[in-house]
């Protein structure tokens, strides 16, 4: 069965590719710790049968895979072409209309009803991952824009649209949002992304929604938005992660900024323990072939480097032809480059007399105890999951290992870099806790008799929440 994971997280989409039991098995055993549901394609109801088959999956394996939904958001889109595939030509003129029609060579339709109304003269519009470009000539600010074809090419019917220079009046998440939203949290996903987040106050929009509605399920918010990359320290804060959508942020803003806009954010979340994943095109090649290219490789091992808590693929699972063999290329890329060159032992001082600063010093002392005695683990107690969290962004050598007595955490925990979390009761005192963890591990073969390993949690253990001890020790 499946071997022990990297600290690197692996995302996979799900799609006609990889939909049967037998298929998400194999991922599994190659190495996925989260599935991806993607609600711009497909139903709820087949959304339904793939989170059935997880959960049985992860009943008989004896596992914790985790769920992610990923809301469509507003997307802008074209209606139906012509033969589904018409040829727009450089230099000539296009309509751009709001009722729905059947696209031309003289008329597309455009999902977005107040596009006329928000458009300026002079702003680009973009179509299929920015393969085609447009220039807006002229809007009767009703149902009609006007636009010069200044790249163009073939293109086929619903294929997305980005306005990077149009602040679109849009609201963060759609009626549709909201009912996949709602589905999501009644079938008790462990994520929920929120797609063209633009500010922190579109992600309390759905994190009240999922209070409104009992929910467990924490938020990730997407950067693709200008928008968002300028209140980004804000939605860094509200939001449970965050994942960087290289394939709409490199439309939305200019391609040669994205790895550094990248790298910022990635350093930003570690900072504030908060996971990020990066996202798109990172294997893309294996749609179709059966290894990916060097510069694939490249830049699954650059993400892996800059500390991402979790890759994401996306078509080269859900319909490629070798879902299970592309996750296992991406995995072995994650472990050479996790086992020769990972910068571990990141530096990040708690701040002084903030709210969580004794919890906060009590974490990056355990990390920087470990070092120095390289332990083969540190072994957290949590009840709300921000020991470990906090552990993960100092991105130690040593293991980590979790122990909860909160279920919900568990295939949560399978998003954030290097965690493993175990399910255990209350205990009436730490010792107690830290025998049955050892115990437990031992049993597993994940440390040995004479490992070091670094204990933090609370005492007493009845004060969750609060984690004031740290205790330094030798398996026995």
């Known amino acids: 069965m499946r071997k022990v994971r990297s600290q690197t997280k692996i995302i996979a989409t799900i799609g006609p590719a990889c939909s049967s039991r037998e298929v998400l098995f194999q991922m599994i055993e190659e190495g996925v710790d989260v599935f991806r549901l993607n609600f711009s394609h497909s139903n709820q109801a087949e959304h339904q049968i793939i989170i059935n088959t997880i959960n049985e999956l992860n009943k008989e394996l004896n596992l914790n895979i985790a769920i992610l939904a990923d809301l469509q958001g507003p997307k802008l889109r074209i209606g139906e072409v012509e033969n589904n595939a018409i040829e727009l030509t450089d230099g000539e003129f296009i309509n751009f209309v709001t009722t729905k029609c059947v696209g031309n060579k003289e008329q597309l339709y455009m999902s977005y009803a107040e596009f006329p109304m928000d458009v300026k003269i002079g702003d680009k519009v973009l179509i299929d991952d920015g393969k085609i470009q447009l220039e807006v000539i002229d809007t009767n600010r009703k149902d009609t824009v006007k636009a010069r074809i200044i790249y163009g090419g073939p293109l086929s019917s619903r294929k997305g649209v980005n306005l990077p220079n149009t602040r679109i009046s849009l609201p963060s998440m759609t009626d549709e949002d ?3 939203a709602e589905f999501a949290i009644e079938n008790k996903v462990d994520w929920i992304a929120l797609s063209f987040v633009r500010s922190a106050f579109d992600v309390k929009i759905l994190k009240d929604l999922i209070q409104r509605k009992k929910g467990t399920a924490s938020v ?5 938005k200008p928008d968002a990359l300028d209140d980004l320290e804000n939605i860094i804060e509200i939001a449970d992660a965050i994942m960087v959508a290289r394939g709409d942020l490199g439309v939305e803003v200019p391609f040669d900024r994205v790895p550094l806009i990248q790298k910022k954010i990635v350093n930003a979340c570690i900072s ?14 294996m ?3 059966f290894r990916p290219t060097r510069a694939e490789a490249n830049d699954v091992a650059n993400a892996v480097l800059d500390g991402a808590d979790a890759l994401m693929l996306s078509a080269e699972t859900s319909v490629g032809k070798f879902p299970a063999i592309t996750i296992r290329s991406m995995q072995k890329i994650i472990d050479w480059t996790e086992n020769n060159g990972f910068p571990y ?3 990040h001082a708690p701040q002084v007399m903030t709210e969580r600063f004794l919890a906060n010093s009590i974490c990056y002392q355990a990390c920087k105890i470990a070092h120095q005695t390289t332990a083969k683990a540190i072994i957290t107690f949590t009840h709300s999951g921000y020991t470990a969290y906090k552990i993960s962004s100092h991105r130690p050598e040593a293991d980590i290992f979790a122990f909860t007595n909160n279920k919900i955490l568990l295939r949560k925990m399978a998003l954030v870099w290097g965690v493993r979390a175990f ?4 205990f009436e005192g730490m010792d107690e806790a830290i025998t049955y963890s050892q115990h437990l591990l031992k049993e597993k073969h ?11 949690g609370s005492t007493p253990l009845s004060e969750k929440g609060v ?9 026995q």
């Open 423 to 426: 399910y255990c009761e209350d």
């Open 446 to 456: 994940l440390i040995s008799n004479g490992n070091i390993v670094v204990n933090i």
């Open 220 to 224: 990730i918010a997407k950067i693709e």
């Open 345 to 347: 032992n990141k530096k």
């Open 287 to 289: 749609i179709t072939n």
């Open 467 to 475: 984690t004031n001890m740290l205790k330094l020790g030798v398996v």
């Open 272 to 285: 504030k323990a908060k996971p990020v994943i990066i996202a798109t095109q990172m294997m893309e090649s």
């Open 178 to 180: 909201v009912a996949n």
